[in-house]
């Protein structure tokens, strides 16, 4: 049998060893050829988890953006546990953090990607690269790549658009007759609707909880680190939130209010305030908030509303600490857009899962034809889940794939 992987990344990679692995321990015959545009396979392995491979979650229950729970059979079925000892068999070693991420214990991406390449190369799995994948048919022998070259089965393993400069995945698809379901940029920094506070603050990261509210209703919550750049807000918490946040029609009024001091309740925080402000009625109320957050920021709070920094702290009165307090518990940015794909960790929406089976990852329109990874349209959140799902994703198909 003749396997043609096209994209040589997480998930071509492992689709390609478990396939080659079952189909030797089967004894059966199988060639499998990756092919991968770039000049060398997994260059996006090595970008992940900042060069360090936020290879996987250990969470029990792992989220996934996916119709009718597209995901859950192949998550169950190579959950962190099997893939760590997918990993392990392979001799990579790896820790997890107290959230659950898992990192190899080298620390570095590349020794995923070596791992993954070696036991391609230890398998016979033939790879070529500089070699895009242009066309695709479909007739009753098998499938014909780029009109010149015949296989028996193919895998489509080519990602997404997010952090690419060239791609055509979706073309491939709908020469099949796929349907795509709308992409957008995801895990992705925002934009928000006004400038004015964040230039002010660009550079300044701060610890905090991020709410976020679309048409003045909650839709989720994070905590983490905040970071101001001059087109908006960007940091963990604010890529999570972007996830949601692309799901959402242009009209909606996406708004991400910041709690700057998320260890203080509001009454703590007042009566905190009141301390500092006894202690020193002279002192400036640029002071008032630095014990809490960086000194511009609590600067920005204070102007918000309309307290001058240069003022002393005695001539406040009761309402302008609580209105202080409030902003400082909750300071709403207005949120334009998610930045492009060209920032985006991830693509929301992808092949239309309808059309492919979630037990084999084989396409319901042409029996033989695949779709793992990125592709499909399943994503989650940052965390490793979505090189588990690339992962998990791979391990079904190529199981299923040599049956
Ligand atoms: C900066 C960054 C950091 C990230 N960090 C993490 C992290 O720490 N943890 C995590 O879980 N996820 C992370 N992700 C997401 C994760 O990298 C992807 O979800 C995952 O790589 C998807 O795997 P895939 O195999 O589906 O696609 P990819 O890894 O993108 O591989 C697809 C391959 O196919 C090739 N290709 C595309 N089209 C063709 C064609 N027509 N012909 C031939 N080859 C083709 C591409 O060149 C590519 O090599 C990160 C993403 C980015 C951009």
């Known amino acids: ?7 040589g990344g997480a998930s071509g990679l492992v689709t390609a060893i478990t396939a080659m692995q079952k189909a030797r321990s089967e004894n059966k015959k199988c060639e499998i050829t990756i092919f991968e545009a770039r000049d060398r396979v997994g260059k996006k392995i090595l970008a992940t988890g900042n060069g360090r491979c936020n290879m996987l979650n250990t969470d029990e229950a792992p989220f996934y953006f996916s119709r009718n729970n597209f995901h859950s059979h192949a998550i169950r079925s190579f959950d962190a546990e099997s893939n760590l000892a997918f990993f392990a068999d392979l001799g990579l070693y790896t820790r997890t953090d107290e959230e659950g991420r898992v990192y190899p214990l080298s620390n570095q991406a590349t020794t995923v990607l070596d791992t993954l390449r070696t036991e391609c190369e230890r398998l016979g799995v033939k790879t070529k690269t500089d070699c895009e994948i242009k066309s695709i048919k ?9 009109n010149e070259m015949y296989f028996d089965k193919v895998v489509l393993s080519c990602g997404g658009k997010a952090a690419v400069k060239n791609f055509n995945g979706y073309d491939l698809l709908s020469q099949l007759g796929h349907r795509v379901t709308e992409i957008a940029p995801s895990l992705s920094k925002l934009n928000t609707a006004d400038t004015k506070d964040v230039k002010q603050l ?8 991020l709410t976020l509210t679309v048409d003045g209703k909650f839709v989720t919550k994070e905590s983490g680190e905040l970071l101001f750049a001059k087109y908006g807000l960007s940091g963990i918490a604010v890529m999570q939130l972007s996830a949601y946040i692309t799901r959402f029609g242009k009209k909606q009024k996406a708004v991400v209010s910041a709690d700057f001091v998320p260890s203080f309740t509001s009454d ?57 307090v409030r902003k400082a518990k909750k300071y709403p940015f207005p949120i334009d857009s998610v930045r492009s794909f060209e920032d985006a960790q991830v693509t929301a929406g992808g092949a239309d899962t309808e059309y492919f089976n979630p037990s084999t990852m084989e396409s319901k329109l042409h029996k033989g034809f695949y779709a793992v990874g990125e592709v499909l349209d399943v994503d989650g959140l940052c965390g490793g889940y979505n090189l588990m799902w690339a992962w998990s994703s791979g391990r079904l198909c190529g199981e299923s794939i040599i049956k």
């Open 1 to 7: 049998m003749k396997i043609a992987v096209i994209g």
């Open 268 to 324: 703590e925080l007042e009566k905190a305030v009141q301390r500092i402000i006894a202690h020193d009625e002279k002192q400036r109320c640029e002071n008032l908030l630095s014990g809490f957050m960086p000194k511009k920021l609590g600067e920005v709070v204070l102007k918000s509303i309309s307290i001058n920094p240069g003022e002393e702290v005695g001539r406040l009165n009761e309402k302008d600490v609580a209105a202080i």
């Open 138 to 146: 479909a007739d009753k022998n098998g499938f014909a790549l780029n």
């Open 202 to 209: 660009q550079g300044i990261r701060h610890k905090v909880t």
